[in-house]
């Protein structure tokens, strides 16, 4: 036709563009304006709009106004805290059956009004697409519909805070509140600015949805003092973080000593890497890692790390792919010039430029930028470059590209890119992070558990495994008990020395005989030398001397377990098993040299001692029998290809024993733990050690790998102050003193461990330890593994 132009298919090809795409807000404009661009509170199933309180003023990309935020007060927090009680009797009155299908008519509802969902999401620069919301509502009303058939031995926690940072997605305040209501709890959502309208608005339709009034109330506003205002209160039982590390490590210590359970996410601002295979598509992975690091703003930052035999080749795409791409807009003054400062000191250092155009001289707007050539040991690499910038590193081999990957100090996420499926899943298998995507990225469904790795958190999302840290054991007693925080100098938490061994001339009727420890698969002396007395039942005479170990000592058997525990781990379920079964049988064969211990050091009878003996080699053949148990699976997922679920081992693990039952309690935790792929290192019971070290000939005849499992007596808090800030060990199993608890709470934030912790007086967790606590054994279990997904697509 006249005037036409023609083009080629060659031309159409390079000259692709996004299409255009709808930027109408016009119904969520309709929303905020029906409250008047002043949004309140959601207390007790209905919007309060308090006339004297501060508030906070939300701005979209263009620096428009969009709406002002509440700030809550503690008048506020106390009227929500009253309303998420009622509503929690409420809920917990409705059947299985019934709290599923107000999840269901939610999900319905959110279909509803989708458009002014997205809109509004848009605008706060929260984004979140509603089909992922009715995806995660149509997953979790089918747990509330199963919680008392697939769950019998486990409740709700009660009242629930969720807590999100200004700069986390809706999408991860909901993998939180979503759950938490499917098990029954009440729950009250502190939400970040940009996530508050959003929230508001959902909870707006969970009423229309039919959720009883009180059981999901929403206090905005975000100062970590807020935060700590809702967790005092007595009627939270839990306190769960998704956001920035900063603000989740405020979070910890300001509720350390509370007595609620805290489990964080700190996936914002995390360091992700993108690595690229030479077996790869190379104009696949060119294109996938323009999409993740430039198309939209994401809350992780990517790393580019490329095989250098196809290193000239991507960087030759990347030009191609960039050119057309425009400017991006950033959020203020300080990013640009903290952007211009960051590009400036990568080119100081040696790197070279990608960019889709010259940077501006002015304003708020940057190119998409990739800095070639950087060092692993970049700041722009160690530290989370703002966005638009993508470093890009390379690497030789596939085993220096796995190490180069898990460089970072963070275990979000990954995405690896290759056609080689062998490579693929070794690759994927050996990275240290919670989720890895196979020639994609950013695909999640809730449907697959995934936990936090390295510095990426301390608790699990999605899948079953996810349910736990909304439940708590129905039969088993209390890990934590609500108590106010101890007035604790936590620099001299664990300081105070131990009492010296002076001779008496007192005559002693027992024998005394002096004990050692074990490390690294020896029996050996303290590193100081020392020596702490034991005091026989009576208490008038010493029963025994034991070394008392301290931070030298946790630091050699550290090391030690951390040499054997990659070996162990790669060990095949019945491997470990049949090591397992045989350390029972060594057990077994001790049996009376162990009942004789326990009944001197605790004085039990004969026949109470042996039966402890008893039941501790029965609980290590459970443990040997559940080895095969936790093998993860496909689970079914909407996308096309394929997911999998894989249980990891912790690491190292720092377990400090009660005093109650002490071999039985020994026994329980080793086994899991090491039934899992993990090394420990145990601290016996500080009263009752000799059992403990008793059984060190039992490990000495075993077959277990030197330094998997390391025993070290001492003073309880000395030695919990030296695991705590071992940087190495992963998790923390604690029985001891409130004391104890808060300082663990207060200072495992760097990096993050995950914490299990037990503050019981003497006597209350005996009966914990029995044969028939099976929830006991659940949650053991539980807390010995985190999981990883693998997504492995098919087109």
Not at 197 to 209: D, I, K, V, Y
Not at 347 to 362: E, F, V
Not at 531 to 550: E, K, R
Request: charged residues 15%; aromatic residues 6%.
């Amino acid at each position: 036709m006249a005037g036409s132009t023609s083009k080629t298919v060659h031309d159409i090809f390079h000259s692709m563009e996004y299409g255009p795409t709808s930027s109408s807000s016009a119904t969520a404009q309709a929303w905020l304006e029906s409250h008047s661009r002043a949004l309140g509170l959601f207390i007790d199933g209905r919007f309060l709009n308090p006339a004297d309180r501060q508030t906070r003023t939300l701005a979209d990309t263009k620096g428009d106004h969009v709406c002002s935020v509440v700030c809550a007060v503690e008048e506020d927090v106390s009227q929500g805290v009253s309303s998420s009680a009622g509503g929690l009797r409420s809920w917990s009155a409705l059947s299985c059956p019934q709290r599923a299908k107000v999840l269901l008519k939610w999900a319905s509802t959110l279909g509803q009004y989708g458009q002014c969902v997205a809109e509004l999401s848009d605008l706060s620069q929260a984004s979140c697409s509603p089909a992922s919301l009715v995806r995660l509502a149509q997953y979790y009303s089918s747990w509330a519909q199963l919680r008392d058939a697939r769950l019998p031995h486990w409740s709700p926690r009660g009242v629930v805070e969720v807590v999100v940072s200004d700069d986390c997605p809706l999408y991860s305040l909901m993998l939180k509140v979503l759950p938490a209501l499917a098990m029954g709890n009440a729950v009250i959502v502190v939400p970040g600015l940009s996530t508050a309208p959003s929230a508001l608005l959902l909870a707006q339709l969970f009423t229309e949805a039919g959720l009883p009034a009180g059981v999901l109330n929403i206090l905005t506003g975000s100062a970590v003092s807020l935060w700590a205002k809702v967790a005092h209160s007595p009627t939270v039982s839990s306190v769960t973080y998704s956001g920035n590390k900063q603000d989740g490590v405020a979070l910890c210590k300001t509720t350390a000593g509370l007595g609620v359970a805290v489990s964080v996410s700190p996936a914002v601002g995390a360091t992700c890497p993108f690595v690229v295979f030479e077996s790869a598509d190379i104009d696949s992975a060119v294109d996938g890692a323009i999409e993740a690091a430039f198309k939209k703003r994401k809350e992780i930052q990517w790393v580019l790390c490329v095989q250098e035999s196809v290193l000239d080749s991507v960087v030759a795409r990347l030009r191609l792919r960039m050119a057309g791409l425009k400017c991006v807009a950033l959020a203020s003054e300080a990013d640009r010039s903290l952007v211009e400062a960051v590009v400036q000191g990568a080119q100081q250092q040696g790197a070279t430029l990608i960019q889709s155009c010259g940077p501006p001289a002015m304003g708020l707007q940057y190119p998409a930028t990739v800095l070639c050539g950087v060092a692993p040991s970049s700041p722009c690499v160690t530290s989370p470059p703002p966005w638009p910038l993508l470093p890009l590193m390379s690497f030789r081999s596939n085993t220096e590209g796995v190490a180069l990957a898990n460089h970072s100090p963070h275990g979000h996420a990954a995405s690896i890119w290759t056609e080689d499926l062998t490579l693929a899943l070794e690759a994927a298998k050996s990275l240290s992070v919670g989720s890895v995507w196979v020639n994609s990225h950013s695909v999640c469904d809730p449907s697959l558990p995934t936990s936090g790795h390295k510095d990426s958190g301390t608790c699990t999302d999605g899948g079953q495994e996810g349910l736990y840290q909304f439940l708590q054991p129905s039969s088993s007693c209390p890990s934590l008990s609500r108590s106010s925080p101890a007035s604790l100098d936590y620099d001299k938490f664990g300081s105070a020395p131990s009492p010296a061994i002076v001779p008496t001339a007192r005559c002693v009727c027992v024998a005394t005989k002096f004990y050692q420890q074990f490390v690294g698969g020896k029996s050996c002396k303290s590193e100081s030398g020392g020596s702490f007395a034991v005091q026989a039942p009576d208490g008038a005479n010493v029963l025994a001397y034991c070394p008392d170990g301290g931070r030298k000592d946790v630091r050699n058997a550290v090391e030690a377990a951390s040499k054997v525990q990659p070996g162990w781990m790669k060990k095949g379920p019945s491997a470990r098993a049949q090591s397992l079964y045989s350390l029972a049988k060594g057990l077994e064969a001790k049996r009376p040299e162990l009942a004789a211990a326990i009944r001197a050091q605790t004085g039990l009878s004969l026949d109470e001692a042996d039966q402890e003996v008893e039941l501790s080699v029965d609980r290590l053949t459970d443990w040997a029998a559940r080895c095969t148990q936790a093998q993860g699976g496909a689970p079914a997922v909407p996308q096309v290809g394929s997911a999998l679920s894989l249980p990891q081992a912790l690491g190292v693990v720092g377990v400090i024993l009660p005093d109650n039952k002490p071999l039985l309690s020994l026994v329980t935790l080793l086994g899991a733990a090491v039934a899992m792929g993990n090394a420990v290192v145990m601290v016996p019971s500080q009263r009752y050690p000799v059992p403990a070290l008793t059984f060190i000939q039992v490990l000495q005849a075993s077959d277990l790998p030197a330094g998997l499992v390391n025993i070290i007596s001492g003073a309880r808090d000395q030695l919990t102050v030296a695991l705590a800030n071992h940087n190495v060990i992963k998790a923390i199993w604690y029985w001891g003193s409130p004391e104890g608890c808060q300082y663990l709470q207060h200072t495992c934030t760097g990096p993050f461990k995950t914490l299990w912790l037990h503050s019981w007086g003497p006597g209350e967790d005996e009966a914990c330890w029995a044969p028939t606590s099976a929830s006991l054994l659940e949650e053991t279990w539980h807390n010995a593994i985190q999981w990883r997904s693998i997504w492995i697509p098919t087109a």
